[in-house]
C-alpha cells in the first residue's frame, strides 16, 4: 500500500503540541477499572476469611509435612504390596486403552455433528450440546454415578472415561473440522464429486494428521485419570492408593505414588514422540 | 565525531563476516553501506552498538569507546544511538504512541514505565515528531493496524525520540514498495539535516544508495572495497563491489578470476 | 507407442511408498493387538456390558426430579467451591510466572535455573490433583485450605508450561528493539515481551480456571472441602434426586464461569 504524502519541513516553534498522554485501557473509564479492582480483592479478602485459612494453620502444616515425608521415605512394599500394584496398573492401562478407543469411536460422528461449517443447525445445537453436557463434569463425578449404577470395578471405570473422553476429543476435533481450508473442498466439489467423495478426499485428509495427534494426546491424559479413578471405586490403581493413605501405610503410599508418576511419564513421553513424528 | 576502527567478526563456526573495516562517520552525512547479500553490511551496523558483538576492533561515539563498556554502561550509551530496522521491529499490540514513547526508556524509571507514566516534555516531542512524520492522527492506533510505510516511519520517530547523537539504520526500505522507500528516505535525511546527526545505513537497493547517499562504503565478503561519494561510482567500482573484480577492471572484461567464483559463492550464500 | 509408454509409466501407484506402508501397518496392528489385550485384561463380564444401559437408565430415573429443598444446604458448599477455585487459581497463576519465566530457553538466565523450571513443571503435572489432595489433607487437615494449595501445586505446571511455550515463539525482533534503546531488562520484559505473551496468558489462565472449577468439585471426595462432600453424602444414603440437585448445580456453575472466561479472553485478543 503506497502513500502519497507531502513532505514540508516544518517549522516547531509555532504549534503546542499538548503534554498530557494516558495510555490505552481496555475498561471503560477509570472509575471502572478500579471498581473491578475493588471488587476482585474484596471477593478474595472474602474467600481468604471464609475458608479460614491463617498464618498459623500453614506453619503447624509445615510441621506436619515434615513428619508426613519422614514416614514416606523410604519408600517400600512387600511381595504382596508389589502383587498389588501390578495388578492395579495392569489395569489402569487397560482401561485407559479401552476407553481412549471406545471414546474416539464415539466422539467421531459427535464432532461431525458439531461442526459449524459441515451440520445443519438443529444437529449443530445437539452436538454442541453433548459437548458441553460432558465436559461440565469431573470423571469422578461419572465415575460415581457409574458406580452406582454397574457395580465396582473396571466397568465403571471405562464408562466414566469414556464419557470425559466424548467430550474433550469431540470438541477439539470440530474446532480443526471448522479451522480447515474450505478452498480444498471447494476444489473437490468443482469436480462434480459426490458429498461422499468430498468429504473422502475434500475434508478427511485435513482431519486425520491432526486426529493421530489428538488420539495420542487424550490416550496420554486417559492414562492419568485412570489411575485415579479407583478411589470411588472405578477400578485401577486408584483404590489401591486410597487404602494405603487411610491406613496410614505411607511408605507403600509413596511406593504407588511413584509408579504412578513412572507411568504417567512413560505416557507423555510416548505421546511427545507420536506427536512430533506426525507433525 | 564517531570512528570505527579496525572492526572485525568471525563467528563461532569459523565464518569471517567482518574483516578490518575502519571508517569516521561526522557531521551530518548520510553513509551507505552497499554490497552483495552476505558481504557483512548488516552485521557492521549491528557491531555499532553492539547488538552483534564484534570479535576485534573498536567503535567510538564523540569520544566514548562503546566497545570496551559495560553491559550497564553499554545500555547509558545506547540512548544515544538510535535504530531503524528492516522488519520495524514495533511492539506490534502496543499503540503508536506507547512505540514512539519507547524511545525514552533508558531515561525513565522502571516504576513510571510500568505504568506508562513518561514526562510531559517527551509526551510533546512525541506528538511532535509524529506530527513531523505525519501520523499524528494515528496516536492511539495499535500498530499492527498500520501500513508498511507507517510502521517505518513509526520505527523512525521511535528512534528520533532518543534524541541520539547517530541513526542506524540496517534495511529500512527492504520491506517496503519503491515509492514508500523514498519517502522513508527523504525522512531520514530532513532528520539528519535538521537534527545535525549522521546516519549509518545498510542498503541493498543500488539505486536509493546512489541518489540519497553523501558517501559510500563499499563492502564484499568482509572488506572494504570502496570508499566514496555517489559520484565516484561507475561501472568498475560496482563490479568491484558486487562482483569482487579487481580494483579499475573495465566493465566489458568478461574474464573472471578464480578469486571471484568464491566470491560469488559467498554472496549467493545468503 | 502406447506399449511403449505403458512400460515406461507404469500403472501402479500408491499414496505412501513400501516403507510408510509397512509402518502405519505396524501401528494399527500394535494398536489392536493392545486394545484386545486391554479387554481381555478387565475380565468384564459381557453380561454386565449389555445390561449397563438398563442398570444406567434405573439409576437416571431415581434421580428424576431433582430434590428441588435440597439448593438451600448446597449453597454454601457451592459458595466455598468457587472460593477454592478462585484463590487456587490466583496463587497458582503468580507462582507460574516465575517458573515460566525460568522454563523458557529465550528468557532463562542460565542452564541450571533452565532444568530447574523444566523439573517443576514436570513434578507439578505428574500428580493428579486429587492425589494432591491426599497430601495436603494430611498435612494441613480436612478442609478448603487443603483444596486450595492442590489445586495451586498442580495449576503450577500446567500453566508455566504453556506460558514459556508462549514465551520462546514470541518475536525476538521486538526484544532487540528495545535493547537497542538502552532500557534495562526489566523494561525489556515490560514492554517487548508482556505485551506479545498476553494473548495467551489470558487464554492459559481461564483454560486452567475452567478445568479447576470441575476439579474443586471433586476434592471434598478425600475431604478437601467443596460440594464434593455433600455429593458423597448423598451418594451414601441413596437420596439420589439430591445427587441430581448437585450435578445440576455443579453444571450451572461451570456454565457461569465458562461465560465469565470467555468474556475476558474476547476482552484481551
Request: proline share 4%; glycine share 8%.
Amino acid at each position: 500500500m503506497t502513500e502519497s504524502e507531502e513532505h514540508t519541513v516544518q517549522t516547531d516553534g509555532n504549534k503546542a503540541y499538548p503534554g498530557m498522554w494516558n495510555p490505552p485501557s481496555i475498561y471503560y473509564n477509570k472509575y471502572t477499572k478500579w471498581a473491578i479492582y475493588a471488587l476482585i480483592s474484596l471477593f478474595v479478602i472474602w474467600s481468604v476469611l471464609d475458608l479460614q485459612i491463617s498464618l498459623d494453620r500453614f506453619i503447624v502444616g509445615l510441621g506436619a509435612g515434615n513428619k508426613l515425608l519422614s514416614e514416606m521415605l523410604p519408600p517400600t512394599a512387600t511381595s504382596r504390596q508389589v502383587d498389588l500394584i501390578v495388578s492395579g496398573l495392569i489395569e489402569s492401562f487397560a482401561m485407559a486403552n479401552v476407553s481412549t478407543v471406545i471414546g474416539i469411536l464415539i466422539s467421531l460422528p459427535v464432532a461431525f455433528m458439531a461442526s459449524e461449517n459441515l451440520a445443519p443447525k438443529p444437529v449443530y445445537y445437539v452436538g454442541r450440546g453433548i459437548i458441553s453436557v460432558s465436559r461440565a463434569f469431573h470423571e469422578l463425578v461419572i465415575a460415581i454415578i457409574a458406580v452406582v449404577a454397574l457395580g465396582f470395578g473396571p466397568l465403571a471405570g471405562v464408562v466414566a472415561l469414556v464419557f470425559n473422553t466424548v467430550g474433550f476429543y469431540a470438541k477439539l476435533l470440530a474446532e480443526e473440522i471448522e479451522d480447515m481450508d474450505e478452498g480444498q473442498v471447494e476444489a473437490i466439489r468443482a469436480t462434480g464429486a459426490s458429498p461422499a467423495q468430498v468429504l473422502i478426499y475434500g475434508v478427511i485428509p485435513q482431519v486425520v494428521p491432526r486426529i493421530v495427534g489428538l488420539s495420542v494426546y487424550r490416550w496420554d491424559i486417559n492414562i492419568r485419570k485412570s489411575t485415579i479413578v479407583g478411589i470411588v471405586g472405578a477400578g485401577g490403581i486408584g483404590i489401591t492408593l486410597l487404602n494405603a493413605f487411610n491406613r496410614y501405610d505411607y511408605d507403600f503410599g509413596i511406593t504407588i505414588l511413584l509408579v504412578i508418576v513412572a507411568i504417567v511419564m512413560v505416557g507423555e513421553g510416548v505421546s511427545s514422540y507420536v506427536r512430533g513424528r506426525v507433525n | 565525531m564517531h570512528k570505527i576502527t579496525d572492526l572485525s567478526k568471525t563467528y563461532p563456526g569459523g565464518e569471517e563476516a567482518l574483516k578490518n573495516v575502519s571508517t569516521t562517520i561526522s557531521g551530518n552525512e548520510i553513509v551507505a553501506m552497499i554490497g552483495p547479500s552476505g558481504a557483512g553490511k548488516s552485521t557492521f551496523v549491528r557491531c555499532v552498538n553492539r547488538l552483534t558483538e564484534p570479535t576485534s576492533g573498536t567503535v567510538t561515539l564523540d569520544g566514548v569507546e562503546i566497545t570496551s563498556l559495560s553491559k550497564k554502561d553499554l545500555r547509558s550509551a545506547r540512548r544515544d544511538i538510535g535504530m531503524v530496522f528492516q522488519e520495524y521491529n514495533l511492539i506490534e499490540r502496543l499503540t503508536v504512541m506507547e512505540n514512539v514513547l519507547s524511545g525514552r526508556l533508558g531515561y525513565v524509571s522502571n516504576l513510571a514505565a510500568f505504568r506508562r507514566k513518561f514526562p510531559e516534555e517527551d509526551v510533546r516531542q512525541a506528538r511532535r515528531t509524529l506530527d513531523r512524520v505525519g501520523l499524528l492522527d494515528h496516536e492511539n492506533d495499535r500498530v499492527d493496524e498500520l501500513s508498511g510505510g507507517q510502521r517505518q516511519r513509526v520505527g523512525i520517530a521511535r528512534a528520533i525520540l532518543q534524541n541520539p547523537k547517530i541513526i542506524l539504520a540496517d534495511e529500512p526500505t527492504s520491506s517496503l514498495d519503491p515509492e514508500t522507500s523514498r519517502n522513508v528516505l527523504d525522512l531520514l535525511t530532513e532528520i539528519a539535516s535538521d537534527q545535525d546527526i549522521p546516519v549509518l545505513i545498510n542498503i541493498h537497493e543500488l539505486d536509493l544508495a546512489l541518489e540519497y547517499a553523501d558517501r559510500l562504503i563499499g563492502l564484499n565478503s568482509g572488506e572494504v572495497v570502496f570508499k566514496g561519494p555517489p559520484s565516484d561510482f561507475d561501472e568498475s567500482v560496482e563490479g568491484t563491489i558486487y562482483r569482487g573484480e579487481e580494483p579499475g577492471r573495465a566493465a566489458d572484461s568478461k574474464g573472471q578470476d578464480a578469486g571471484t567464483g568464491d566470491q560469488i559463492l559467498t554472496s549467493i550464500r545468503e | 507407442m502406447a506399449e511403449e509408454l505403458s512400460e515406461l509409466f507404469g500403472a501402479d501407484w500408491h499414496v505412501h511408498n513400501r516403507r510408510t506402508r509397512i509402518l502405519r501397518f505396524a501401528a494399527l496392528l500394535i494398536t489392536a493387538v493392545l486394545l484386545l489385550a486391554s479387554w481381555q485384561a478387565l475380565g468384564v463380564r459381557y453380561d454386565y456390558v449389555v445390561s449397563a444401559p438398563t442398570y444406567l437408565h434405573d439409576l437416571f430415573s431415581r434421580m428424576f426430579p431433582p430434590d428441588g429443598g435440597y439448593t438451600g444446604e448446597i449453597i454454601a458448599p457451592l459458595i466455598e467451591t468457587v472460593h477454592i477455585a478462585i484463590l487456587g487459581t490466583m496463587l497458582a497463576i503468580i507462582m507460574a510466572l516465575p517458573v515460566a519465566f525460568i522454563s523458557a530457553y529465550n528468557t532463562t538466565p542460565n542452564s541450571v535455573t533452565y532444568v530447574l523450571g523444566k523439573f517443576i513443571i514436570s513434578f507439578s503435572r505428574s500428580v493428579n490433583v486429587i492425589i494432591w489432595a491426599l497430601f495436603f489433607v494430611i498435612i494441613f487437615g480436612p478442609g478448603a485450605l487443603a483444596g486450595v494449595v492442590s489445586i495451586a501445586v498442580r495449576s503450577i505446571g500446567f500453566t508455566a508450561k504453556l506460558l514459556s511455550e508462549a514465551t520462546e515463539e514470541i518475536d525476538f525482533g521486538q526484544v532487540e528493539a528495545i535493547n537497542a534503546t538502552g532500557a534495562g531488562p526489566f523494561l525489556i520484559l515490560v514492554y517487548a515481551i508482556v505485551p506479545q505473551v498476553k494473548p495467551a496468558f489470558v487464554s492459559i489462565a481461564t483454560y486452567r480456571w475452567d478445568i479447576n472449577v470441575r476439579a474443586a468439585s471433586v476434592l471434598g471426595l478425600v475431604g478437601a472441602g467443596g460440594i464434593g462432600v455433600e455429593l458423597q453424602t448423598s451418594v451414601n444414603s441413596y437420596a439420589w434426586g439430591s445427587v441430581l440437585t448437585i450435578m445440576i448445580a455443579i453444571l450451572g456453575v461451570v456454565i457461569v464461569s465458562e461465560l465469565v472466561s470467555a468474556y475476558f479472553r474476547k476482552k484481551v485478543s
